[in-house]
């Protein structure tokens, strides 16, 4: 039984900043991948950050030097801080988390709801 809830998005200017935030909610599990995606109207899901449970990161190349993304696991918590926001980032974000269930050996992809991001003038 878990929940995955994001936070974060909204309205930016273009060259500004927004960070979001993702946690995974519930009990008997752990976590160990922890992603971003993002969609824009029309086009399809791309991934835009992850980070391993040894704390590798990989980004997209259209974010690399721009954004950020970094995990706290006593909170069960991946941040995506963006800088330098551009037009071409405006999408919705759904955070990705694979968890294990406690004496479960297959990991689950769970996803967040998403949360929109626009930037915007």
């Known amino acids: 039984q878990v929940q995955v809830v994001e936070s974060g998005g909204g309205l930016v200017e273009p060259g500004g900043s927004l960070t979001l935030s993702c946690a995974a909610s519930?009990?008997?599990?752990?976590?160990?991948?922890m992603a971003w995606y993002r969609q824009a109207p029309g086009k399809q899901r791309e991934s835009v950050a992850r980070v391993t449970v040894g704390d590798n990161t990989n980004y997209n190349d259209a974010v690399k030097g721009r954004f950020t993304i970094s995990r706290d696991n006593a909170q069960n918590t991946v941040y995506l801080q963006m800088n330098s926001l551009k037009s071409e980032d405006t999408a919705v974000y759904y955070c990705n988390v694979q968890i294990r269930h406690t004496g479960g050996w297959r990991l689950y992809d769970y996803w967040g709801q998403g949360t929109q991001v626009t930037v915007s003038s």
């Open positions: 519930g009990s008997g599990f752990s976590i160990n991948d």
